[in-house]
C-alpha cells in the first residue's frame, strides 16, 4: 500500500497550491480520503474528507477553518485524491497528510506528508 503526496510548496499568503495524493495497493474507490496537517510540536490535525463516491457523487466535509478557502476532491480512475487550497493563510503553514480508511478504520493507511509554507 502507498500514499504518495506531491504538490507542497513555498507560496504568499492570498496565494493557492494543489495537493494530489497517489494512491495504490488498495481499492481506492471503497475507501474514505482524508487530508490532515500537523505542526512542529503540535498533534495532527484533521482538514477534510471525501467519502467514497457511488452515483450520487462523493460528500465533503471540512474543518472550520479552511471551510470556504480549500476544495476535496477525487478521481476514482487515478486513484488520486485532490486538496485545492486557495487564500493561503500563514498558519496553514504545516506539513499535510493523505490518509486512507476503509468502514470502521478496520484499514488505515498514510502517505509520508508533503511541506507546506505560507510565507511573504
Known amino acids: 500500500v502507498q500514499l504518495v503526496e506531491s504538490g507542497g510548496g513555498l507560496v504568499q499568503p492570498g496565494g493557492s497550491l494543489r495537493l494530489s495524493c497517489e494512491a495504490s495497493g488498495f481499492t481506492f474507490s471503497d475507501y474514505v480520503m482524508n487530508w490532515y496537517r500537523q505542526a512542529p510540536g503540535k498533534e495532527r490535525e484533521w482538514v477534510a474528507a471525501?467519502?467514497?463516491?457511488?452515483?450520487?457523487?462523493?460528500?465533503?466535509n471540512y474543518a472550520d477553518s479552511v471551510k470556504g478557502r480549500f476544495t476535496i476532491s477525487r478521481d476514482n480512475a487515478k486513484k488520486t485524491v485532490y486538496l485545492q487550497m486557495n487564500s493561503l493563510k500563514s498558519e496553514d503553514t504545516d506539513v499535510y497528510y493523505c490518509?486512507?480508511?476503509?468502514?470502521?478504520?478496520?484499514?488505515?493507511?498514510w502517505g509520508q506528508g508533503t511541506q507546506v509554507t505560507v510565507s511573504s
Open positions: 490518509n486512507a480508511h476503509s468502514a470502521l478504520r478496520v484499514y488505515n493507511y
Open positions: 471525501i467519502r467514497a463516491g457511488g452515483r450520487a457523487g462523493s460528500s465533503t
